[in-house]
């Protein structure tokens, strides 16, 4: 036997090598720049911010949740959309639509310029697409929702200021930052013991409290936590929903109090779940009560989006991740970048383990 | 001085523990799973397969490229699109408009029952979108280009089979997989020392060459493989060409030969520029000779989409990275998930360092 | 007392001026082109033809049927289109999205040089809209129906030659030439005693017969002819069918045998109705017998549209004919001049008295 | 020879059943309701009012006008409208898309029940349109244009009041009624001797009365007066203005002096043109002051819809009714019927003769 020998230096030069990175991984929060306890953020990022608490985001905290990722293990957290996709009754419809086809390039004798002197036959397909911006897996923009007398949103932006045609003309979607940071899924489903949770269920901060525990998982400052409640588990191929089990399912969510936990006492940056709304929807005879209560037909959304800058994450689909038993990863999201849109849609988030 | 002795299978596992990862972000190329040399890919993989090369990336690539980012600094290299956006002529013109709006949601009186008992006044912005798959920030998904009498794609999918009425029914964008991988940005403007290249620019294999010695980076097997002409230095805040400058570079490109070398040579797994195309465009008076030699008006397209499975990145925006001087990055990209869409469009795919 | 005598001549003169035009109100056939008894017409009008029977109208017929009005009321055969409105479930949906309005245009500040120097403040309102061509009041343009393997439509046309990206580019409802005719309208609901026919009412020959009896009313050669089921008194403001009534009432209609002898015997031009498709849609329970016995799943499209060259009115609003009586009137329609368009929709055709 | 000798009270009684309608349209004017010479309307109807000017037509103007037509003779003022066709450049892009086609119905197998047991192979073609409410032939409503602080538009119609999500709900182009009258053709085209009045050209009162002199037409209370420039000579099959005709023509147009001459003394209930916007449009270096002048940008549709509630309109082809020199005639048009419009769009309205 022989024994190979070192200087210490080199050994703990090594292990600062190694260990540098990991030490993000391993339990030490990154320093939050606005966040307090007990008050969450609010309009803290100055008056012509845009992006609220994902400007807790630094190079740092990027680093770190990417070392998260340990396996290289992509879950795919976006529903694939089509015409047929289920979604809330008040946004617009959608229609996919052959734009160019191999046979109508050729047949419409329109570009002349191109079909002749082809001897391959070259042609394409594009479509034109009609659909809304609220439509399958999303991030709802800092400027989806308003309240007061003078239709403001976050930050105080007013409709007779930056309103438009063509979409809010502050905090659009656009302005979502590329999004990579620790992801906390919570399991409330599996917790409950049910493959989804009932309609109009209200998560509470027990659940979650309880879902953590049993699941082993902390919340950190500054994470994306994801909350399943089961529902796209009825998602199909495309959410064509003929059964009524997504809307049935899609009510239950968390109330403002859970959301508050989150925010003010968790530090979460982003909270998301697998409905179309996050929060919870009463039962029709429980509407006007809740309405007197929360003073507003979805209190959680102007909570978050207008009062706190935390952006909501919308029909994420945590079966993957669930069926794993995976609840830390990298959440990686990269919204659309169109000018106006209310809402990044038709995403596909992924978790990085 | 003293020395530190330990046994060398520890020593050893130590460094395996250290080296584990790091190996594959040090040089070592992962193992391709069915390029060839010389030959590239093709219709390898299986009859049904609609992914093409993209089909390399495993857990261990994956996670590989995630470790080439050493300091969490992203850069965006999405454009951003608005009705106004440069696009190629054959596309579809769009319009984002507000769906609902604040004050709007409170006049039209459609929905009695979100309004009234709503002392908030909350309501919200939503938007309907009439747009291309073929704008700002691309990838090409394998059905975009077709070719032949049968008008078939790649794989041998043919229009007959699986076209519709709603966009190509195989290889549409949806199946485009999350993209994590090793990026590569070939800086081909910096070499050639001009601001962007100049229009009908040929981009060709010694331009790759040159510039890649120049900066000092080397081309790996499954590399995203991405070139700046500078096309997009003009971009301006969201690609109104009121002066006609980006039309008029972005005919810079790679010609076939190019795009043979980057995928039978060097194994590019998706090819990517910050022009429309990413092929050169021949000025008028050469394209009938063009057209004769190369049998297409998009010769590029043919040979990387249909014949070798790999997929396209358009519209890419390179000037940070070149700003920067950043050639070597983890390129992560994931497409909107919309049934029956010939690209991702509008995306936001981020380089991160 | 003065009398005043005059030459009888000159008396016959006057009367002969005055009655010119009435003697083709008043029963005389004008002599039709190509139309057979027991044939009717079909691909008779040339090889290039793209109009069909609307080409048997003439400056006589069309004076005939301007003198029908001998009072000058109007009849609004048009129902009001929205987003709401009860269609095919075939369709695409619909929106009519605002484009600009005057706060828009003000706050949206992308045309200055309209906006500043305006002392008047002026702006405006314009939509942009989403929507199909097969709704609310329709004419079928002879272009939209198609059968055999070669997918052909009136007059021999085929996809592979006329087919394109945007719409037939033979026969669509641009070719559909101003129709002024004489109208005749069947109540058939009133004949039946009726609000509106039940659900799969067939309406026979007997049926148009009886109901012609009844109302005093004679077919002639070249007729409009619009058949009333009463369907359309649940269209309400704009056809919301939240009760389902329209759906259910929209399945009477007229099957082959009544086409045939609409055409082949009597000589209409022009066929309609008051539901969304004129004719006769089966149970259910009967579809599979009636689809082997007509070969078709909607057997009288197939026969008037593309066997004959007749089009056919869809949606067309009676009550009003029917609530006063008026059985006989002068027809006018004048479809949307939309090139690519399978039908006029929206249409608002009048009956005049 | 014999004397015919009767009794002139009956003489009296047969000419008046003789003259009783053409009386109408050999000179007598129909009574106006509201219409007051030297003031014209206004907001004279009422306060729930969407009509304006309009209403003034009876039965027996429309008898009168129908009269008119001694021929039978039909011309059509539409242009037909297609993806490249000319339009004011602050009007959305239009698209008419294949929504069904008998290959894609067929291959796309969503409609497995229709598909199925179709021995026929029947299928069909369906368009999805996205179009501008402002192209092509048109009606502006009386909701088109707005001014004032408080943005009002006709009747004193306010956005705060009466806008929307989906157009104005108040005096949109479902409101107007059926157009029934004597419409009149103005040469002025032809009056100046030459094929298109050139750009900036302004048409003043003279202009009309030399033109009005020289076809020996008078204009008479309640006419629909259609002014010829002669700009729709350059529109070609469906107005892709690639030589930039339309818009160097579509500038000459009457000026608000004459839009109130021909209101306020002439009565005229509706004016048009063959121009997009029917009013003169200044050269770029008298545009600050013709904005000073007049306080807007569009001093006409100020005049015209928001205080005299007159329509108006817009693109009528009138190159046919030129070439035979028709200047008198029945003018119908029936505006598609779509709820929130700003205006009836692609339109074929027609003179009969």
């Known amino acids: 036997m022989t024994y190979?020998?070192?200087?210490?230096?080199?050994?703990?030069?090594?292990?600062?090598?190694?260990?540098?990175?990991?030490?993000?991984?391993?339990?030490?929060?990154?320093?939050?720049?606005?966040?307090?306890?007990?008050?969450?953020?609010?309009?803290?990022?100055?008056?012509?911010?845009?992006?609220?608490?994902?400007?807790?985001?630094?190079?740092?905290?990027?680093?770190?949740?990417l070392r998260l990722a340990t396996q290289g293990r992509v879950y795919d957290l976006g529903v694939l959309y089509d015409r047929t996709s289920y979604k809330w009754p008040g946004h617009s419809p959608g229609e996919i639509l052959s734009f160019r086809t191999p046979e109508g390039v050729k047949r419409q004798q329109d570009l002349p310029a191109l079909i002749n002197n082809n001897s391959s036959k070259t042609a394409w397909h594009s479509c034109?697409?009609?659909?809304?911006?609220?439509?399958?897996?999303?991030?709802?923009?800092?400027?989806?929702?308003?309240?007061?007398?003078?239709?403001?949103?976050?930050?105080?932006?007013?409709?007779?200021?930056?309103?438009?045609?063509?979409?809010?003309?502050?905090?659009?979607?656009?302005?979502?930052?590329?999004?990579?940071?620790?992801g906390v899924m919570v399991d409330v489903a599996s917790f409950k013991g049910v493959d989804a949770l009932p309609s109009h269920s209200v998560i509470g901060v027990e659940d979650l409290e309880g879902a953590l525990r049993k699941q082993n998982t902390e919340l950190r400052l500054g994470d994306v936590v994801l909350i399943r409640t089961g529902t796209l588990r009825f998602w199909g191929e495309s959410g064509n929903d003929t059964e009524g089990l997504i809307a049935k399912h899609d009510s239950a969510g968390i109330n403002l109090e859970t959301a508050r936990w989150l925010v003010e006492q968790k530090g979460a940056m982003l909270i998301g779940s697998d409905t179309s709304g996050l929060e919870y929807g009463p039962r029709p005879e429980d509407t006007t009560a809740y309405r007197a209560k929360y003073k507003s037909f979805m209190p959680v959304h102007n909570y978050l989006l207008i009062q706190q800058g935390v952006h909501i994450g919308e029909f994420h689909n945590l079966e993957g991740l669930s069926k794993d038993k995976i609840y830390e990863f990298c959440y990686l999201c990269s919204a659309n970048k169109i000018k106006g849109t209310a809402a990044g849609f038709a995403l596909k988030p992924i978790a990085i383990k």
Chains 1, 2, 3, 4 share one sequence.
């Open 128 to 182: 034109a697409l009609f659909i809304n911006d609220n439509v399958a897996t999303q991030i709802d923009g800092l400027g989806h929702a308003t309240e007061g007398a003078d239709d403001h949103w976050y930050n105080g932006f007013k409709e007779e200021d930056w309103g438009g045609n063509w979409g809010p003309r502050k905090c659009d979607a656009s302005t979502i930052p590329p999004i990579v940071a620790r």
């Open 4 to 65: 190979f020998c070192m200087n210490p230096t080199l050994v703990v030069l090594i292990f600062s090598l190694v260990l540098a990175t990991p030490s993000f991984s391993s339990g030490a929060d990154p320093q939050m720049q606005k966040w307090q306890s007990g008050k969450g953020w609010g309009w803290v990022w100055g008056k012509d911010d845009e992006v609220g608490s994902l400007n807790e985001m630094t190079d740092a905290s990027r680093l770190a949740a």
